[in-house]
Each structure stands twice: as structure tokens, then as C-alpha cells.
């Protein structure tokens, strides 16, 4: 009797287990994927840490100096968006050896809206805000688009993609660029002087399923004449510095990258309305791992989106002294895999969860921006924050990029 009862017992528990067990996979899972988030700045080498390297700063004149801020879509207006205080105050600074490159979600969520709709005057603020910023700058300042520039990637992408590039260069001071023109992928081909060229590319128009500019409208203007275009030029300057700049990341520890907080996996409902604040462990952890494994349009690990990541990368690795710069993840990243620099710079006016350590060598969930200096003998990546008590902000990261004799 006792033996049957005990054998009941076994049966109980066994059947309870394998209820349990796709559960608690899912929370190891999500254990797996959450990792440590990067609240407080990730250093993968101490080194980079900016009051361990302050001599990095050179003597030299400064040949050169790019700006990269993304996502910059709703930012404050009185006062003014933090962030763009302190890239107005270095910006002006810099002066006309420089150039300031606005990543992509430059209005957030459908970019320009045409005349008449009832959210036109908020999108026109929204860019008016960031165009005030180099009213009395004497560099360039180039926009480029990103997904919600391309109306979220809904139909009529194109038209609000050629409106915010006529209202950009109309309302600006002539010193204003919106890059590729008229809805074309690119490359376009900026020179930064006799050492070092820039690169932009429209990610977006890769990814975008609506209609779009062709090969009777752009040249490059396929997929396939865009990757040979990028070759070429790769292959034309790799004995030069080589900085290329898109919407999309190639690598990053982002949620596009497959990467979110706890609270994503405890509380998913949420994605669909802030209220529904509604625990489900172990189910909550299926999206992420959806969308780090398969993807949605927007991750990296989408079909399209990973086409687009293979074709570059494969580009980039032919240059040793080349730099992707991007947004689209809201925080600020910096990845060194193989021989090139991978930047995200996509927290101007938001910032999200970025994980620590995997490929990063810095990771830091907050707003700001990115400074490369290139100077005659190096180049010095830094990353820039707010600062209340300091006008320039404050530096947070720092690293020699390139240097030579």
C-alpha cells in the first residue's frame, strides 16, 4: 500500500515537472538574455575609463571633428534638450573644420506630416528644435533618415521622407543636409579632408517594404548595385580613414540586438499599453528570445535586416581603418570586432536597456552623444553626456581609434 501510494507520488511530481519545465527553461532563458544592464557606464578595459587616459588628448591642431547623435526625434524645447545644450555649446566650438551627423529618427513616430494634418505643427517642432541648435554653427550639419523618418515604415514613407528634406534645407541656413537625396539609398560621399572620408547611407530604404526609389531613380538604386557601390568606395579609400554612417547597427547589445530588462521579460504587456502592468513570468521571456533568434523587421536578427548586416560587414572588413556609426538602439555603444569601430550613438532624446560586456567595449543607458577628434597624428573617440554643472558636459568614455608615427 505504502509503495503504491509512494509510486503515486512519483507519477504527481513527474507530471508537475514536465508542466514546469518549458517554464522554467524560458526563465533560464531570459536569465541568459537580461544579463546586467548598463545603468552606470561599462568599461571592457579600464583604460577607456576617461580619468585614466586624460593624456589621449592631443597637442596637435585638430584637423577634423564629427558628431554623431541619433533619435533625436521628440526632444525638449524650453528648456532646451539637454543633450543638445551641450553638442550646441561644442559644436560651436568646433567651428568649420567639423560636422555634425543626426542618425536617423529625426522626427518621431512618422516624421514630417503632410500639410493640413492635425499633428503637422508638433513634427514641425520636433525639427525645429534640432535646427536651432547650428543657427550660428559654421560646420555642417547633415540628417540622415531612419525608420520613423520613412513613416514608421508604413505606406507613403517616400513622400514623408522628401518632405523633411525640402522643410530641413528650406528652413535651415545653408548649412543644413538631408543625405542620400530624395529617398535614394546611397553611398554619398562626403570628404573630411586629405585623410579621412564619410560615407552615408539610408539603412532604412533597405528595409523599407513600400514603394521606393529604383534603378531608374537612383543610381545606385538595388540592392545589389548599393553593395557594389559601397565596395568600390571601401576599396578606393581603404588607405584612408573611412567613417560610414546609417540608421541601423551592425552589431549591438540593444533591444534590436535581441537584448532587454527584467522588467521586459516580467511584465511584456506592457509593449501594448504602460497600464497593463500584469506579471507573467517565463511567457514573458518569449518575445525577446523571438526576437534575438527570428526577429522582427527592425532587429537584427531579421531576415532583411541580417541580409543587410552580412552584406556591410563583409564590405567593412576589407578597411582596417574604418567606422560605422549608427543609431536606432537608444543608448550609447561602442564595439571593436575584427579590425573596425562600431558606434551607436541613438540616445540624443531617449534612452533604453543596453546589456554589458558580450562584443562591447563601452555600454551606458543614457542620454547623449559621440565625438570623434582626428587629429594629425590620432584619432580619439569620446562619448558625451549632460552635465548641470558644465556647459561642455561631460566626457564618459574615451579611446584612441587610430593613431600613427
Known amino acids: 500500500m505504502h509503495l503504491f501510494k509512494a509510486e503515486r507520488s512519483v507519477d504527481k511530481f513527474r507530471k508537475l515537472a514536465l508542466q514546469l519545465l518549458p517554464k522554467l527553461s524560458l526563465v533560464i532563458v531570459s536569465v541568459y538574455f537580461v544579463g546586467c544592464g548598463a545603468s552606470a557606464p561599462y568599461y571592457q578595459n579600464e583604460v577607456d575609463r576617461p580619468e585614466n587616459n586624460s593624456d589621449v588628448i592631443s597637442t596637435d591642431s585638430t584637423h577634423f571633428t564629427l558628431f554623431f547623435i541619433g533619435d533625436t526625434g521628440d526632444p525638449s524645447a524650453d528648456p532646451l534638450e539637454p543633450s543638445l545644450q551641450i553638442l550646441q555649446y561644442q559644436l560651436n566650438k568646433a567651428g568649420e573644420q567639423s560636422a555634425v551627423i543626426f542618425l536617423g529618427d529625426n522626427i518621431y513616430n512618422n516624421g514630417l506630416r503632410p500639410q493640413g494634418h492635425p499633428k503637422r505643427a508638433q513634427s514641425e517642432r520636433r525639427i525645429n528644435t534640432q535646427l536651432q541648435v547650428f543657427q550660428n554653427y559654421k560646420g555642417k550639419a547633415i540628417f ?72 531608374q531613380e537612383c543610381e545606385p538604386g538595388s540592392k545589389e548595385t548599393v553593395v557594389q557601390a559601397v565596395d568600390s568606395l571601401v576599396t578606393q579609400h581603404k588607405d584612408r580613414q573611412i567613417f560610414v554612417a546609417g540608421h541601423h547597427p551592425m552589431y549591438s547589445n540593444g533591444n534590436h540586438g535581441g537584448y532587454f530588462s527584467w522588467e521586459k521579460h516580467l511584465f511584456p504587456l506592457q509593449e501594448i499599453h504602460p497600464a497593463l502592468y500584469v506579471p507573467l513570468p517565463g511567457f514573458g521571456s518569449i518575445l525577446p528570445l523571438y526576437r534575438k533568434t527570428v526577429g522582427f523587421h527592425q532587429d537584427i536578427a531579421g531576415k532583411q535586416y541580417s541580409q543587410l548586416q552580412e552584406q556591410l560587414t563583409r564590405i567593412f572588413e576589407q578597411a582596417p581603418n574604418l567606422t560605422y556609426a549608427s543609431g536606432h538602439d537608444h543608448s550609447m555603444q561602442y564595439h571593436h570586432i575584427n579590425d573596425q569601430h562600431y558606434i551607436i550613438s541613438g540616445s540624443g532624446t531617449v534612452n533604453d536597456y543596453v546589456r554589458r560586456a558580450k562584443s562591447a567595449g563601452f555600454a551606458y543607458q543614457h542620454k547623449g552623444f559621440a565625438r570623434i577628434d582626428i587629429w594629425q597624428h590620432k584619432t580619439v573617440l569620446s562619448f558625451w553626456i549632460p552635465d548641470d554643472n558644465r556647459p561642455k558636459g561631460k566626457v564618459v568614455f574615451r579611446k584612441i581609434l587610430y593613431s600613427q608615427p
Open 144 to 215: 540622415i533618415p531612419g525608420n520613423h523618418d520613412w513613416n514608421n515604415g508604413r505606406k507613403n514613407g517616400l513622400q514623408a521622407i522628401q518632405r523633411q528634406e525640402a522643410y530641413i534645407e528650406s528652413a535651415a541656413t545653408g548649412n543644413a543636409f538631408f543625405l542620400p537625396n530624395n529617398g535614394c539609398p546611397g553611398p554619398v560621399e562626403v570628404q573630411l579632408g586629405s585623410s579621412s572620408v564619410l560615407l552615408i547611407l539610408d539603412t532604412e530604404w533597405w528595409l523599407y517594404g513600400h514603394q521606393k526609389p529604383g534603378l
